[in-house]
């Protein structure tokens, strides 16, 4: 089974829109994180936001927010105001747990997110 | 956040060649990652290099082929051994520090290897 999914192949958005880009995830360890992060045609990964599993409220970090819903597994992010800038590949992901000697990153398959004008 | 420099950031690499890329952060860090993003695919996990010890390979990902170094907190070599075109990929370090912000896995700017 897969431990992320993303549903969303690819999204478009008009400028100063907001968005959603989903995730879900599977687990059956207690700890976990979820992470998202953005990769532009350069390649390089973009951290953008974290949310751990025990944390009570759901995370912010500017324009972006994270809709975590534990219940459902799931943790969509909100990207609010879309820029041009935010056109981009954008990379969901858990880590299921931290023993201080591996800790590892599953992730998603990725959504292509396009923002017109 | 640490800074993290990857060399080379692209190359074009004859089969049967191998390749070394280099991971530079700017401050020490517990633990150093490295994985491949194949064309149009996610994110692997080749493996975690250990500091003064050998690395821990994934599943599917042997040494002979991924030879890992890191001598020190700050530094790590993947090297891509007998290329074939099925090595041609997106390679990107990343670091974590537990304990310190450790939420927060930081990966550097990838090489981007083409293998003819």
């Known amino acids: 089974a897969q431990k992320i999914t993303q549903t969303q192949p690819g999204m478009f958005v008009q400028e100063k829109e907001a968005v959603t880009l989903d995730c879900t995830y599977d687990t059956s360890d207690p700890s976990y994180g979820l992470f998202w992060y953005k990769q532009p045609s350069s390649g390089e990964m973009i951290f953008l936001i974290y949310?751990?599993?025990?944390?009570?409220q759901n995370a912010t970090e500017g324009r972006y927010s994270l809709n975590f819903q534990k219940a459902r597994k799931s943790a969509n992010l909100v990207i609010s105001a879309s820029q041009l800038g935010d056109s981009a590949m954008y990379f969901c992901?858990?880590?299921?747990?931290?023993?201080?000697?591996?800790?590892?990153?599953?992730f998603g398959t990725g959504t292509r997110l396009q923002v017109t004008l | 956040s640490a800074v993290i420099s990857q060399k080379p950031s692209r190359d074009i690499c004859q089969r049967g060649t191998s390749l070394t890329i280099q991971c530079q952060v700017d401050s020490q860090v517990t633990m150093m990652f490295w994985y491949r993003q194949q064309p149009g695919q996610s994110l692997t996990l080749i493996a975690t290099?250990?500091?003064?010890?050998?690395?821990?390979?994934e599943s599917g990902f042997v040494i002979d082929k991924f030879p890992i170094s890191r001598p020190n907190l700050t530094f790590s070599t993947l090297t891509v051994s007998n290329m074939s075109p099925e090595d041609s990929s997106i390679y990107l370090c990343?670091?974590?520090?537990?304990?310190?912000?450790?939420?927060?896995?930081?990966f550097g700017s990838g090489t981007q290897l083409s293998v003819l």
């Open positions: 290099a250990n500091q003064g010890s050998e690395a821990t390979y």
């Open positions: 990343s670091v974590a520090n537990p304990g310190q912000n450790n939420e927060k896995l930081f």
């Open positions: 992901a858990m880590r299921e747990r931290f023993t201080g000697t591996a800790s590892k990153l599953t």
């Open positions: 949310q751990g599993s025990y944390d009570q």
